[in-house]
């Protein structure tokens, strides 16, 4: 992979920051630590690893110890049996830091080893996407949207609306990718040429079949190809949405953080933190347990345990958020994952989430609804360039 072109403005302030490094420290003062990402000799491969700086160009790690215990209990619980009735985890608006302010987006999953080949579960995929959009909407929130086939393949065979419908919403379409499922066993050893040319096919399809207004730019998955973000530009997509191992499940420090960045490389937890990338900005989730393999995920929900888990991690990305800076918590839930005896209940626990512990929190203004799209945008807008 070539390495990413730095602008004069972006070497600058680089030689900037070392420089004030280099004084604090002859100062013996306490002041930011760079991390070498073992490329030495590459002015961009360094990275920021205590809080509080934001550049977008490089990963602004938290420390996790500040926030979770490291053990299971900071993990997602959804223990039988159903209970729609369970009072939230809230968060109180005045206990927060005066500015502190996050996005929030949401990713939807549409998984390839889903049946959707049996018409009635590719009609629940439908009818939940539906009712989900419209809890979102009602409360002034959008989804982002992450396809890949055999839902794709069944909705441009029968001209089927959904996707169109919710570009005309407001919410946004992406790709969601599985490496070997799209691309064989060997994937993570293919060109990138080869990913792009799959990542193109996916997005020219999502696009026509979003209708005017698509415009596909984010992708989940792909997690271990190191050439990811070489074949994302290739294919003319500008977003990475998550990190976490597809064996493991696990994430990484550089994915569990509040400030989006642009990687300068892909598909390890050293090479996330390598920052001055150019083409690919990356959304990580906020702050999220990293010991736990629901990172960001909400699960299947039974009842208030699910939601729980996530607005603690909410909460934390709110404590750790940078105020003055684009902030970002991102959640995830897999399309086909409700009861559809319980849909209408599960449903519920997503509405009621919304209005007793998320829109007190935008009232207030320290959260924000937007989508992947969006915030690339702002982000693009916000670099030195």
């Not at 080869?194 to 996916?202: D, G, I, P, Q």
């Not at 629901?294 to 208030?304: E, F, K, N, Q, R």
């Not at 209940?345 to 989508?371: K, N, S």
Request: glycine share 8%; proline share 8%; aromatic share 8%.
């Amino acid at each position: 992979m070539s390495q990413p072109h730095l602008c004069p403005a972006r070497h600058q302030l680089l030689l900037a920051a070392l420089a004030g490094l280099l004084v604090a420290a002859a100062a013996g003062a306490q002041t930011t630590v760079f991390a070498d990402d073992s490329e030495a000799g590459s002015p961009w491969a360094w990275s920021y690893v205590e809080n509080g700086i934001v550049d977008y160009l490089h990963p602004n790690l938290v420390d996790q110890s500040r926030y979770y215990t490291g053990g299971p209990a900071d993990c997602s619980r959804n223990p039988p049996p159903p209970n729609w009735t369970a009072p939230f985890l809230t968060i109180d608006p005045a206990s927060l830091r005066p500015g502190a302010v996050v996005a929030m987006f949401v990713n939807v999953h549409i998984e390839r080893s889903t049946n959707y080949s049996d018409p009635a579960v590719f009609a629940e995929g439908v009818a939940e996407l539906e009712a989900m959009a419209a809890i979102f909407a009602a409360h002034g929130a959008k989804l982002t949207v992450n396809v890949q086939d055999p839902f794709l393949d069944l909705v441009v065979a029968q001209s089927h609306p959904i996707l169109a419908t919710l570009v005309a919403g407001g919410h946004a379409l992406g790709v969601h990718f599985h490496e070997t499922e799209q691309l064989g066993p060997g994937a993570n050893s293919l060109p990138p040429a080869t990913w792009a040319a799959r990542l193109s096919t996916m997005k020219a399809a999502i696009e026509a079949a979003g209708g005017p207004g698509a415009d596909v730019r984010a992708m989940s998955g792909g997690n271990q190809y190191p050439d990811l973000l070489t074949a994302m530009a290739l294919a003319g997509m500008d977003i990475k949405l998550n990190y976490k191992s597809p064996t493991t499940q696990l994430s990484v420090p550089a994915a569990a953080t509040t400030s989006p960045y642009y990687p300068g490389g892909w598909g390890s937890a050293s090479a996330l933190l390598r920052g001055g990338g150019d083409a690919v900005v990356f959304l990580p989730g906020g702050v999220a347990p990293l010991q736990c393999t629901s990172l960001g995920g909400v699960d299947s929900p039974i009842s208030s345990a699910p939601f729980d888990y996530v607005t603690t991690s909410l909460r934390n990305t709110l404590d750790a958020a940078v105020v003055g800076k684009i902030q970002v918590f991102g959640i995830v839930f897999s399309l086909n994952r409700l009861t559809p005896a319980l849909a209408s209940q599960q449903e519920g626990l997503w509405a009621r989430w919304f209005t007793e512990v998320l829109d007190p929190l935008a009232a207030a203004g320290a959260l924000r609804y937007t989508t992947a799209n969006q915030l690339a945008d702002e982000v693009a807008a916000a670099v030195v360039h």
